[in-house]
């Protein structure tokens, strides 16, 4: 006689192997018929890949149809110092141009263009002085721009205006040069901790670990660049080791100190000044109370002595 329970743990058996031999038969179909999703990534990974360089490299790959492109496009750069940039026209087929010009507004510099006429197979320059912002290539071939490498003067507006029989079409770029600041932490003499972010462009963030009594002041450049100084007082909190947190958009950086005993208690001139005049006041309340208690009992001991002289003259 079959036990009922055996009997269903049999059955409960069967029905999993017939679940999982489908589940298996069902997804090696479909493997067979898709391809593997990590090749289909890396393949698009490699196609965007070709798009970006092809996109500065052969105009005759990019847009067949102008109208697809917009007409103005305008991107916010910002590029570390020292970097090298290649900045790109809009994308359209170079058998469809006429003229390529690229206008370069830099801070306290003139005005410059580069232009390039297809027809003629010639290019102009005016008022372009700077070696380091050149063609890429041959402009027939890439019309794209080169800065190497980038320095803080570069700082400014690029423009690539391409005419077609269609329109002009523009692609800008503002380029935001970024300097990193150089971060120094020390004590002074008056006990203060003072934290600088030198030279940064843009402006540097200081903050501390612990919070203290700070002050922040900022110094600007005439190269653009700023340096920002937080100067801290812990006085009369029991603190040992501060921390100096940069934040900047070239990357932060942390500093730490550990704080002198004497600069732990120490503060600055006036509260010191402040303290010196509360010790002294105390000090001068204490002896005022002790000569007026040693006067009073000092009285009350005579009064006592004289009522029991009489006393005693009152009992002869």
Known sequence: MLCPWRTAN??????????????????????????????????SKENLALASSSSCM???????NNSAFP?????SWPILMGENAVLCCPPIALKYLIIITWEIILRGQPFCKKAYKKETNETKETNCTDERITWISRPDQNPALQIRPVVITHDGYYRCIMGTPDGNFHRGYHLQVLVTPEVTLFQSRNGAVVCKAVAGKPAAQISWIPEGDCVT??????????????TCHWEGHDVYTVTCHVSHLTGNKCLSTKLNSGLRTSGSPALSSLRIILYVKLSLFVVILVITGFVFFQRINDVRMKVEGAGNQLNI
């Not at 589940?23 to 593997?36: I, L």
């Not at 110094?219 to 100084?229: A, L, Q």
């Open 10 to 43: 049999l059955g409960l058996l069967l029905i999993l192997t017939v679940f999982l031999v489908t589940e298996c038969t069902h997804s090696e179909a479909e493997g067979a018929a898709r391809p593997n999703n990590s090749l289909i990534l890396q393949d």
């Open 71 to 75: 007409t103005e496009v305008n991107t």
């Open 58 to 64: 052969d105009g005759t790959q990019i847009t067949q």
């Open 217 to 230: 002041e900022q110094e600007y450049w005439g190269n653009g660049t700023v340096t920002v100084k937080s």
